[in-house]
């Protein structure tokens, strides 16, 4: 789609860098991690193992995959003055925030943070993926007044998050899912909030501004926000008592988006959505089959009526709500598993960088514009109309 000067809007289909992290075939539904296919790795690998291919290049031996899950769970480790913080937040607070601002503060706190060396960035790297999990975890535990968990270093990633977020050890069941959900979230090429960390890396700023950033960016509801969006609306159809189909057809009616639904860079099947599909419904099997019923109605519908796909959100909010997690922890989930994507994608841009600095075409009054003494002004002759939000 162009703008009024022919300019692509929104960046679309805009090539901007090299990367030889993770490849998209839009048209065919291909995702890879360093050209091995996600299907594949759905099915046989586990956040660890993905990790170490996303920030190395090549998957490890058994080893170095042992080492490596080590090094991880050993950053399980939060200095006291950023848990007095996280105390200190209004409870009502989006974890996002929380995540957001905290991440943030770590920076101040990290060893490294001076340096952008490649081996500066994977201790950084080790660092923050481990502590964005616990700190999610730690506010949540925090916010509902329950006191916290220490980490356990004999969990897995996924393992240790629940344990540290419920208090109780997890099935097998709920970490294999929450595992394969992060396996499936940790990189996706340019999008918006890999973007906005690899800009920000770009300038020589450091790896805990380029991360803040990205997690600014994923918040919102036309990225990584629409999977808490799906599960919102799915309530509000369940407590209306309302028809999912027919509900979503009055959306659709009167031009609302679909949360989880569309893609900028899919025109076929996402095929992240079709482990998050099989996910729901296998779960939802075994406790409540309702919201993944809810939603394959929704998502034939919209298949149907729009020839729109469901993208990644949309089956990971039944899957999340059917695991017991509160709709306000998806989109910090998200980030415990993109971490591993961002931080591939800062070291990537930091080993061979050069500052990101596109052009824009100028649309505003021609130049030279006159500059009216203030005495003379008697309106703001070119005061921007005022637009409704978006
Ligand atoms: C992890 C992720 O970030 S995955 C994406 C998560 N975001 C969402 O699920 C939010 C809902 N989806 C969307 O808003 C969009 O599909 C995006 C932002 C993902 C991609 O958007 P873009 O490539 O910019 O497409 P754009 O928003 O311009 O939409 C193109 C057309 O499809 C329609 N469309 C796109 N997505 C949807 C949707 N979810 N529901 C209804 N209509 C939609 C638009 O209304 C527009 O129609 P028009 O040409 O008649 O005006
Ligand atoms: O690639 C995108 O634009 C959005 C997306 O699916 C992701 O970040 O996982």
């Not at 101040?108 to 660092?127: C, G, L, Q, V």
């Not at 979230?185 to 918006?192: I, M, Y």
Request: hydrophobic share 40%; aromatic share 8%; net charge negative.
């Amino acid at each position: 789609m162009a703008g009024t000067t022919g300019a692509p809007k929104g960046l679309q289909d805009v090539v901007a860098n090299e990367s030889s992290i993770c490849f998209i075939d839009g048209a065919a539904g291909v995702l890879s991690y360093r050209g091995i296919d996600i299907h594949e790795l759905a099915q046989k690998s586990s956040f660890e193992e993905i990790t170490y291919l996303l920030w190395n290049g090549a998957l490890p031996t058994a080893a170095e995959l042992n080492d490596f899950s080590h090094q991880l769970a050993a950053a399980r480790h939060i200095p006291d003055d950023v848990i007095t913080f996280l105390q200190s937040v209004p409870k009502t607070a989006s974890p996002m925030e929380v995540l957001r601002t905290t991440v943030s503060l770590l920076g101040i706190y990290d060893p490294d943070e001076k340096s952008n060396a490649h081996t500066a960035n994977i201790r950084k790297s080790f660092r923050l993926t481990a502590k964005i999990a616990m700190i999610v975890a730690m506010f949540d535990r925090i916010r509902k007044g329950k006191p916290l968990i220490k980490p356990d270093t004999s969990l897995s990633h996924a393992g240790n998050f629940l344990w540290m977020l419920n208090g109780e050890k997890p099935s097998e069941t709920a970490t294999k899912a929450l595992d394969v959900a992060l396996v499936l979230h940790a990189d996706h090429e340019l999008n918006a909030s890999t973007f906005a960390a690899r800009v920000i890396a770009a300038t020589l700023s450091d790896m805990h501004s380029a991360i803040t950033g990205a997690i600014g960016a994923l918040k919102g509801p036309l990225h990584g926000g629409a999977n808490e969006a799906v599960m919102h609306l799915l309530y509000e159809i369940d407590k209306a008592g309302e028809d999912p189909v027919e509900h979503v057809r009055k959306m659709l009616a009167e031009k609302q988006k679909i949360s989880g639904f569309g893609h900028r860079v899919y025109t076929t099947e996402d095929p992240r959505a079709t482990h998050l599909r099989r996910m729901s419904e296998d779960l939802g099997k075994d406790a409540n089959p309702k919201w993944y019923e809810m939603s394959r109605a929704i998502e034939l519908f919209v298949k149907e009526e729009k020839k729109l796909n469901a993208n990644v959100d949309f089956y990971s909010a039944s899957t999340y709500t059917t695991l017991g997690i509160d709709i306000d922890l998806f989109t910090p989930i998200f980030a415990i598993s993109r971490i591993a994507g961002w931080c591939a994608h800062v070291i990537e841009q930091h080993d061979d960088n050069r500052l990101i600095r596109p052009r824009a075409d100028y649309t505003g009054p021609k130049w030279p514009a006159p500059y009216t003494p203030i005495e003379q002004r008697t309106s703001s002759a070119h005061a921007l109309e005022t637009k409704p939000s978006a």
